[in-house]
């Protein structure tokens, strides 16, 4: 059983690497290999790139070291954590609420997750087929034109029973990992997983080193023109640092409160974080070579990773078993954040209500499989329903993107915006002090981040958010 190490008598981490590999685990997933070159693209490149990296530094770490010091300290799942940390420092526990709204926007995030987590696992299968019939010589599909490369994609999505098969296949993975607990499972999966993604990003990144358009690709990232650095586009990078981080979904809170009191959680935090950027910086430099080398452009939102890139593989050597390596890199990555996703509600169903640990883990699963099955049917048959669509920031939307919305632009940057004035307003000095690992100047300046710059930042993220016209 579990080597516990929080000092509770919890199941734990069994060691520092272990917490650190699966909070990177959590970090790093679609956000990152999907999400991060798609922003990147659409928004301008280098102007976006470095406000981003900005943002993770001075938001990001600082809303991420508040989460896992409320979870260290408090030992439970995330509402009671911040319950007691509310109590000790003699304010409402009412606050318990903040992390009551990340246990729902976690849940919500894995519903759709998961659909996207079936999709990768469809292009693993269709690589991983063309693998066996055409071999590795050439480019991958060469039996396919071009446009039945490029309609892979729509032929899939609005295939019901396939999207919704694959989505319980992602999910059943998932659950299996967290049903077995902390030190049991969802380790175990990062500890495996995450190096064997690291070798498999840095080896086709270095392929596009030798094989892509790696020039280009490093002007395109990285070229910092002031004058593109406009409203929207640091409103796009914020938003883009704290779901790449995994903020506000009391995910790191959850994480966190499986971590022995002998860690410091500044130097953990700031390992993370780096960690979580590299990765993002990795995978553009992975994609765009392909992408440009293929003669294709940049720009493509969703479709570069499900259009772009799989006829990009058709253009180049190699193209089949690079791709099912690429894709089978993406799996990984977002299974060890569906595990974190799936870990929030689970641990508090569990906690709350008093189920063991695999029935609290079944139910959760199977809320998400309806709600997801709901989400996949929305690139179909069910595209017509919009649930929310009487509002008008979800007007036209079905149940996938009104998930995405919801909880990206409204209830995640809520949690974070309310964690951080948790910390830096209501939670008793010194308790945080006594948790976050800082000290002299340093310490000064992530309180003022807490206290004033991650608010501000936060508050304009959600009203640009709900009213985009303002900007
Ligand atoms: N950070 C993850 C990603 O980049 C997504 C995620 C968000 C995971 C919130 C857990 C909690 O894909």
């Known amino acids: 059983m579990a080597l516990t190490q929080s000092g509770s008598g919890r199941d734990g981490w069994s060691s520092r690497t272990a917490f650190i590999l699966a909070a990177i685990g959590s970090?790093?997933?679609?956000?990152?290999?999907?999400?991060?070159?798609?922003?990147a693209g659409a928004?301008?490149?280098?102007?976006?790139?470095?406000?981003?990296?900005?943002?993770?530094?001075?938001?990001?770490?600082p809303v991420l070291l508040s989460e896992t010091l409320i979870g260290r300290h408090g030992q439970a799942a995330a509402p009671e954590s911040?319950?007691?940390?509310?109590?000790?420092?003699?304010?409402?526990?009412?606050w318990e609420h903040v992390a009551s709204l990340g246990v729902l926007s976690a849940f919500l995030v894995l519903a759709f997750y998961c659909v996207l987590g079936g999709w990768v696992l469809y292009y693993v299968g269709v690589f991983a087929g063309d693998l066996f019939t055409t071999g590795i010589s050439g480019g991958a599909f060469s039996d396919m034109t071009v446009a039945e490369v490029e309609g892979l994609f729509p032929a899939m999505i609005s295939n019901g029973t396939m999207t919704v098969m694959l989505n319980l296949v992602f999910l059943a993975v998932t659950v299996f990992f967290?049903?077995?607990?902390?030190?049991?499972?969802?380790?175990?999966?990062?500890?495996?997983?995450?190096?064997?993604?690291?070798?498999?990003?840095?080896?086709?990144?270095?392929?596009?080193l030798f094989g892509g358009q790696m020039g280009r690709t490093l002007a395109y990232l990285f070229t910092f023109e002031p004058e593109r650095l406009t409203g929207p586009v640091m409103l796009a990078a914020v938003g883009q640092a704290f779901f790449s981080l995994s903020l506000g979904v009391a995910g790191m809170v959850t994480y966190g409160a499986y971590v022995g009191r002998n860690v410091n959680l500044a130097g953990t935090s700031a390992i993370i974080a780096a960690a979580d950027t590299a990765v993002a910086l990795l995978a553009g430099l992975c994609i765009f070579p392909i992408v440009f080398a293929a003669g294709l452009a940049a720009d493509g939102g969703l479709g570069l990773m499900f259009t772009t890139l799989p006829?990009?593989?058709?253009?180049?050597?190699?193209?089949?078993?690079l791709g099912l390596g690429f894709f089978v890199m993406v799996g990984?990555?977002?299974?060890?954040?569906?595990?974190?996703?799936?870990?929030?509600?689970?641990?508090?169903?569990?906690?709350?209500f008093r189920f063991?640990?695999?029935?609290?883990?079944?139910?959760?699963?199977?809320?998400?499989?309806v709600l997801g099955a709901l989400s996949a049917l929305s690139m179909g048959v069910l595209s017509g329903f919009h649930p929310l669509g009487f509002l008008p920031m979800f007007e036209g939307m079905g149940v996938l993107d009104t998930l995405d919305t919801l909880t990206g632009k409204i209830t995640m940057p809520i949690g974070a915006l309310l964690t951080s004035v948790f910390i830096g307003w209501v939670a008793n000095k010194r308790l945080v002090d006594s948790e976050n690992g800082l000290d002299g100047g340093l310490h000064l300046f992530w309180r003022f981040l807490v206290c004033w710059l991650c608010p501000i930042a936060l508050t304009l993220i959600l009203i640009v958010g709900i009213f985009p016209g303002v900007l």
């Open 27 to 39: 970090a790093v997933g679609l956000g990152n290999l999907v999400r991060f070159p798609a922003e």
């Open 43 to 61: 928004n301008g490149g280098g102007a976006f790139v470095l406000f981003y990296i900005l943002c993770i530094v001075l938001i990001g770490l």
């Open 82 to 94: 911040f319950r007691k940390v509310a109590e000790q420092s003699g304010k409402s526990t009412a």
């Open 178 to 208: 967290v049903s077995r607990g902390v030190s049991g499972g969802i380790e175990k999966v990062a500890v495996y997983l995450m190096p064997a993604f690291f070798v498999l990003l840095l080896g086709i990144t270095i392929y596009g």
């Open 311 to 321: 006829h990009a593989f058709q253009e180049i050597p190699g193209g089949s078993l």
């Open 332 to 352: 990984f990555a977002a299974l060890t954040s569906s595990v974190a996703l799936m870990e929030v509600p689970t641990a508090w169903v569990s906690e709350r």
């Open 356 to 369: 063991a640990r695999p029935v609290a883990a079944g139910i959760v699963t199977f809320s998400a499989a």
